[in-house]
């Protein structure tokens, strides 16, 4: 695809993406939110991980969960006690590159991987989940190495009755149906666009953006579907860009946080000083930097996944935001299709990442290590988490007929031990 090309593509699109609720969708509703019955749907956002990890003392501070409390209404989770499910991150040194570790203790094993095993959630998001898995995947009982499948035991696997509810495996847009929702909050599709990111596939989804459209579209419409057929509200998020997030690290910030000149560090790593680095890549990178070992960066940094890459470039970045603008065009259509909200995450992070957002007079920032996001550079902290739920606050109050206060952001910005 040419250059002219491309710049119509990025026009077009952004154009119908204005059009359709880049300021966020408001259905015109002349009721009151019912929130007798609140149920959540999405990824790990919507779960509420944090430095990489679902742990009860991190999940309850995610935006989900922020929302029910300033609501008054509950919201279950399917609380992971600790170290986590993986095991939660711990900042050793924050100094170049910084030291991050899993928490040594023991991992949980499938029995005791849930405090409350016999409760139905009502927060059914489940973390790696796409579109289509939240359609199609269900629980199982066989031990598997895939992490995906090991959130959705975690998850969905455990309430099978006591109450009555259905023993047959549920996939989370069926158990979210069987819960006979008022009320119910999706968050889904950041994995298909970073999941596409991280596991190689990043060529193949920009060279064929209308099949993953397509696909995407099919999937998110059954979603809102199912959904939309229980009678609940529906009060959906689009999608950032992922870009944005501090697991990708510009080069030029690279080069001012190791205190090296930027021209001695893109000669070293074979790069320009506007593509990006990724967290798994800053062990390599230190060897090359630091130990006099040959460069430039290879291509994958992952022992665990050989196919997650060391570096993203400017063109294949500018590349994930003309893909996430058409995801959320779609979202917004469908959106409209099915009388739903739209929450405006897209515009919140942006603003985030050129502006950041002040509280007590510090300016924190989408940078790693800034304030808004937690030691996996993916998921935010508990103010970042914060700053969310009261987005999607703002859109409900101004959407429909409600008065839900907004959270506290600087008394939760106090007591957040990732706020510098």
Not at 34 to 59: M, P, R, T, Y
């Amino acid at each position: 695809m040419n250059t002219p090309t491309k710049k119509r593509l990025s026009q077009g699109l952004a154009s119908l993406f204005f059009t359709f609720g880049l300021a966020g969708w408001l259905p015109a509703q002349n009721r009151r939110l019912d929130f007798s019955k609140l149920v959540v749907v999405g990824d790990s956002l919507a779960a509420g991980v944090e430095n990489g990890s679902l742990e009860d003392s991190q999940q309850v501070h995610g935006f989900a969960n922020v929302i029910a409390q300033q609501i008054g209404v509950p919201l279950v989770l399917p609380k992971v006690p600790p170290p986590g499910a993986p095991n939660t991150l711990e900042l050793i040194s924050p100094g170049f590159p910084p030291v991050i570790e899993p928490n040594p203790a023991p991992p949980l094993t499938f029995l005791n991987v849930r405090e409350n095993p016999g409760e139905q959630a009502t927060d059914v998001a489940v973390p790696l989940q796409t579109v289509a898995d939240a359609l199609n995947r269900v629980p199982s009982v066989v031990v598997t190495n895939d992490e995906t499948q090991l959130a959705t035991d975690i998850v969905l696997g455990f309430p099978c009755p006591l109450l009555g509810f259905p023993c047959k495996p549920l996939t989370q847009v069926q158990q979210a149906v069987a819960l006979q929702p008022t009320t119910i909050i999706v968050d889904i599709g950041n994995n298909d666009i970073l999941g596409a990111v991280t596991s190689g596939q990043l060529q193949s989804m920009v060279s064929s953006p209308a099949a993953f459209f397509a696909n995407f579209n099919k999937s998110y419409g059954a979603v809102m579907n199912a959904l939309t057929a229980t009678k609940a509200t529906v009060v959906v998020a689009n999608l950032p860009d992922v870009m944005e997030v501090p697991y990708f690290i510009p080069v030029w910030k690279l080069a001012d946080a190791a205190n090296f000149p930027l021209l001695e560090v893109t000669r070293a790593l074979g790069l320009g000083p506007l593509d990006y680095v990724t967290l798994d890549a800053l062990p390599a990178i230190e060897g090359i930097l630091l130990d006099g070992l040959p460069g430039p960066l290879p291509l994958s940094c992952s022992a665990i996944s050989p196919s997650t890459p060391c570096f993203v470039t400017f063109a294949e970045a500018a590349a994930v935001r003309l893909v996430t603008v058409g995801l959320n065009a779609i979202i917004a259509v469908q959106a409209i299709t099915h009388r739903a909200a739209v929450v405006d995450l897209f515009s919140l992070i942006d603003k985030l990442h050129v502006h950041g957002y002040t509280v007590d007079g510090l300016t924190l920032t989408t940078n790693f290590l800034g304030g808004l996001f937690s030691l996996d550079g993916l998921h935010p902290t508990n103010t970042g988490y914060a700053i969310m739920a009261n987005q999607f606050i703002q859109t409900m109050n101004a959407g429909f007929r409600t008065n839900i206060p907004l959270a506290n952001v600087q008394q939760i910005a106090a007591t957040d031990p990732l706020v510098p």
